[in-house]
């Protein structure tokens, strides 16, 4: 049975740090699609950052610079370190796998094209 399972989420101040974890289970995440996705309330869930099959990463512009997206191959995770954080990167941070169908070098952005999702790990940035 596939699962993702996030970790990683808390509350931290502005200008801190966090690094979100992403374990996979169930089968080998290595060559798969994955991403992160954020909720906060009221709004829509955006993706905050993308890693291809063949570890191309794509990042939202709202945090670009400031985020990495990695591979850990060993422990089959991915994690997203997010620093210099701000009060609007506060939400539910969610990792998504895309299982089926996919291409090695593409990075898919819809979270429409990601089969299987993680609870979630809520982020909490105060000013």
């Known amino acids: 049975q596939v699962q993702l399972v996030e970790s990683g989420g808390g509350l931290v101040q502005a200008g801190g740090s966090l690094r979100l974890s992403c374990a996979a289970s169930g089968r080998t995440f290595s060559s798969y699609p994955m991403g992160w996705f954020r909720q906060a309330p009221g709004k829509e869930r955006e993706l905050v950052a993308a890693i291809s099959g063949s570890a191309r990463t794509y990042y939202a512009d709202s945090v670009k610079g400031r985020s990495t997206l990695s591979r850990d191959y060993a422990k089959n995770t991915v994690n997203l370190q997010m620093n210099s954080l701000k009060p609007e990167d506060t939400a539910v941070y969610y990792c998504?796998?895309?299982?089926?169908?996919?291409?090695?070098?593409?990075?898919?952005?819809?979270?429409?094209?990601?089969?299987?999702w993680g609870q979630g790990t809520q982020v909490a940035v105060s000013s």
């Open positions: 998504a796998a895309r299982l089926t169908s996919y291409s090695g070098s593409y990075i898919y952005t819809a979270y429409q094209e990601y089969d299987y």
